[in-house]
């Protein structure tokens, strides 16, 4: 019994003693032993509280903490342009007519085939002309022997010299009957003046037409322009050779490189405004004449410049913020804006490269208040070449 309760001080020196207990190797009471058993199960049971209690403590603080997404600030370089809408135009685009009467008898190329220069797309029926040009070149040569005899004859002074000169330009005028035969009869074959995608085809086998009949349209994508009407105050900005691009909400935003080609310098006294037009790259083949386009015409760039992207920014009343998280800190920055583009803006003062910008979840965020990165997104800002005028 002794030994039992040596050993019960021992565990109870360690921790909280709740009863007074002889030690000194007397003879103890059962009850005595039922209150050592009693205080040991209650200090352990405390112990367990303490630390559930800890544990509980932890987790509320992990959720205090306002969940967030962030990116990081990035540089490139961002430009201002002029935005203006416009329908895309064909540079090159050409009406194709008939310079001969008669009837169509074969059609070689339809509409949305591609055609090289020169190539035949339709004959005529070539009969009447072809009969027409042997007549031609049989008179001009009857005319060429006529000639010859005659101007043996003026060698040896046998004719005058007003025969000879009137028997010369007899065979001039043969030779350009028998020409314009032959070039009548070259086209019965219509040709087309340039290589392009047929747009229209409008006449059919059989079909009689005339010299002022339209027969094709040829349309040449490979270059297309834009042509928009500009403010007056932008002339003294815009110059031929700068740079340009359009969107197409058609094309899913894809920008198509171009520039300024064309600078009017007539200002329309009714609308104020000067003619441009712009010069673009139908790269892919995708872009079509009449499709309805924003042209962006780059009026100066800044580059390697800070920019945060748009998902960041928080409007209050006429300031713009971010929220610059900082040590799991959420500090709200105010915006010195520059130049912006569609994804991107330029910040101008006061965030360095590198910060970490949210832009899920600071909707309604204090200052100062603490946070938990739930997700860090990869930056989105290349090197930008746009940007809003």
Avoid at 71 to 84: H, N, P, Q, R, Y
Avoid at 303 to 316: C, D, G, H, S, W
């Amino acid at each position: 019994m002794v030994r039992m309760l040596t050993k019960l001080c021992l565990i109870l020196a360690t921790g909280a003693c709740l009863v007074n207990i002889n030690c000194s190797g007397g003879d103890a009471h059962s009850g005595d032993s039922d209150q050592i058993e009693t205080a040991a199960n209650d200090d352990t049971t405390s112990i367990k509280k303490d630390n559930k209690k800890t544990d509980q403590d932890a987790s509320e603080n992990d959720v205090d903490l306002i969940p967030v997404e962030t990116t990081t600030a990035g540089t490139g370089d961002i430009s201002s342009f002029i935005l203006l809408s416009s329908n895309l135009e064909t540079e090159k685009m050409t009406d194709v007519y008939a310079r001969v009467q008669g009837l169509v008898e074969e059609i070689y190329a339809e509409e949305g085939d591609y055609v090289e220069k020169n190539k035949v797309l339709m004959k005529l029926e070539a009969d009447e002309h072809a009969l027409t040009e042997a007549k031609a070149r049989v008179d001009y040569e009857l005319e060429q022997n006529l000639y010859e005899r005659k101007q043996a004859m003026f060698d040896k002074q046998l004719l005058s010299k007003e025969e000879f000169e009137t028997a010369r330009f007899g065979i001039e005028a043969k030779k350009i009957l028998w020409q314009q035969a032959k070039l009548n009869l070259d086209y019965t074959s219509i040709t087309s003046p340039i290589s392009g995608v047929i747009g229209e085809r409008l006449k059919r086998p059989g079909d009689r037409i005339q010299p002022t009949d339209k027969l094709f349209t040829v349309i040449n994508n490979e270059e297309m322009i834009a042509v928009v009407h500009v403010p007056e105050r932008e002339i003294g900005t815009l110059k031929k050779g700068q740079k340009a691009f359009i969107t197409s909400e058609h094309l899913k935003n894809q920008e198509y490189s171009g520039w300024v080609k064309r600078v009017s310098p007539v200002i329309d006294p009714q609308s104020g405004t000067f003619k441009v037009t712009i010069g673009i790259r139908n790269e892919n083949n995708r872009l079509r004449p009449g499709m309805f386009v924003n042209t962006h015409i780059i009026t100066a760039t800044h580059q390697n410049t800070v920019l945060i992207p748009k998902t960041a920014l928080v409007y209050e009343n006429e300031n713009i913020h971010v929220f610059v998280v900082r040590d799991s800190v959420a500090h709200k920055v105010k915006l010195d804006l520059g130049f912006q583009d569609y994804q991107n803006v330029e910040s101008l003062s006061q965030i360095e490269p590198g910060e970490k910008i949210i832009v899920v979840g600071q909707s309604g965020l204090k200052d100062q208040t603490r946070v938990n990165i739930v997700l860090e997104r990869e930056s989105t800002t290349p090197v930008a070449k746009n940007s809003s005028y």
